[in-house]
């Protein structure tokens, strides 16, 4: 069992910036993140496979968003910057014990194995 905690949600105005963390408590092979806004359906934001560190972004947040690892500390960052209105959602930590391999693949809430509670990301316009 691999238990995640997410922290570094908030309220921020358009254009600025969240480091959003999550701390795995045990071996994963990949880590992604997903966001849910209201009414809307899940939906993928970044992944890195942990062992080389490849990493997967959605066409929405490429360019604004960096997704990386501390493998000291077994710690995901989301980095995310010239946050958006649209960007206003919960932010959900996901793991894998599996290597995903491409982004169709890392895409997938179903391909993750284990589910952080979320954490909020409000932007206001």
């Known amino acids: 069992q691999v238990q995640l905690v997410e922290s570094g949600g908030g309220l921020v105005q358009a254009g600025g910036s969240l480091r959003l963390s999550c701390a795995a408590s045990g071996r994963t092979y990949t880590m992604g993140w997903f966001r849910q806004a209201p009414g809307k359906e899940r939906e993928f934001v970044a992944a890195?496979?942990?062992?080389?560190?490849?990493?997967y972004y959605a066409d929405s947040v490429k360019g604004r968003v960096t997704i990386s690892r501390d493998n000291a500390k077994n710690t995901v960052y989301l980095q995310m910057n010239s946050l958006k209105f649209e960007d206003t959602a919960v932010y959900y930590c996901?793991?894998?014990?599996?290597?995903?391999?491409?982004?169709?693949?890392?895409?997938?809430?179903?391909?993750?194995?284990?589910w952080g509670q979320g954490t909020q990301v409000t932007v206001s316009s």
């Open positions: 996901a793991a894998a014990l599996a290597s995903l391999w491409g982004i169709t693949t890392a895409s997938k809430d179903r391909a993750y194995d284990y």
């Open positions: 890195i496979r942990w062992n080389e560190g490849t990493t």
